[in-house]
């Protein structure tokens, strides 16, 4: 034989494995872990569903009522009151204060004396002769108006002027002139030619005169016109007031 001869023994086969107890438990354990794994992602889906024992609470939902136990009120007690009367007390007595009473320094049997208006420094006299005194070769076919104005003292004043306004043959009149351009009057004499036929009419012309400044020397002078040849010339003198 050869020295190498060497035998052979064939290993025992391992019988199939059975499950060891702790094979099982370890099975058991898994089995449970996934359960609480599953329990738990069920919850964080659906927090609100039964299976959480601790819902979240709704911020939107009412608060939980309170409930205030009943007590029943403490036993009142009457106190009672002293029979007492109080003195009234009294207010003071309103004197009412005296009343104004009107006085007149002026006594009643005298009736004051109305204040005069003031007069204007100037005033005018009227008078209606027939205008052929003046204008001798108009005859009767002439009317206007006419005179002169003196100071106080009868002394012819020069340049001042006078305004005649108003109406006249349907017409309106309101024209100036001034002193010493008519000579035939006077050194301060003036003139108004109205028409060559002389009419009548009532107030419906006034004359005045004028300052430097257009202020009134004078009222108002009305005049009338007459259709009579031996009334057909307005003359009107003004002469200062003293």
Same mark, same amino acid.
């Given at each position: 034989?050869? @020295? ?22 370890? !099975? ?41 136990? !009943?007590?029943?009120? $403490? ?34 049997? @005298? ?24 204008? $001798? ?29 108003? %109406? ?23 003139? %108004? ?50």
């Amino acid at each position: 034989m050869s @020295k190498n001869n060497y035998s052979y023994e064939e290993a025992p086969k391992k019988s199939a494995g059975k499950l060891e107890l702790w094979d099982m438990l370890s !099975i058991v354990v898994l089995l449970i872990t996934l359960c609480i794994g599953a329990y738990f992602v069920a919850i964080f889906i659906a927090p609100n569903s039964a299976l959480n024992p601790f819902p979240p609470s709704d911020p939107f939902a009412p608060p939980p009522a309170t409930i205030t136990p !009943i007590q029943l009120e $403490p036993t009142w007690t009457a106190t009672p009151v002293a029979d007492t009367t109080e003195t009234p007390t009294l207010f003071p007595t309103f004197t009412l204060e005296p009343s104004a009473t009107a006085f007149s320094l002026v006594p009643p049997t @005298k009736t004051p004396t109305p204040t005069a208006t003031p007069k204007a420094p100037f005033s005018a006299t009227i008078t209606y002769i027939d205008s052929t005194i003046i204008h $001798p070769e108009a005859a009767c076919n002439w009317q206007g108006v006419g005179g002169t104005i003196v100071d106080a003292n009868n002394a012819d004043m020069l340049r001042i002027t006078i305004r005649l306004v108003g %109406f006249y043959n349907s017409k309106t009149k309101n024209e100036l002139t001034v002193s010493s351009i008519a000579p035939s009057y006077g050194k301060s004499g003036y003139e %108004f030619f109205l028409g060559t036929v002389p009419i009548s009419s009532k107030g419906q012309l006034y004359i005045q005169i004028l300052d430097q400044a257009g202020l009134p020397l004078s009222d108002n002078i009305y005049i009338d016109t007459f259709n009579d040849c031996s009334k057909n010339l307005v003359l009107v003198r003004f002469k200062k007031n003293p």
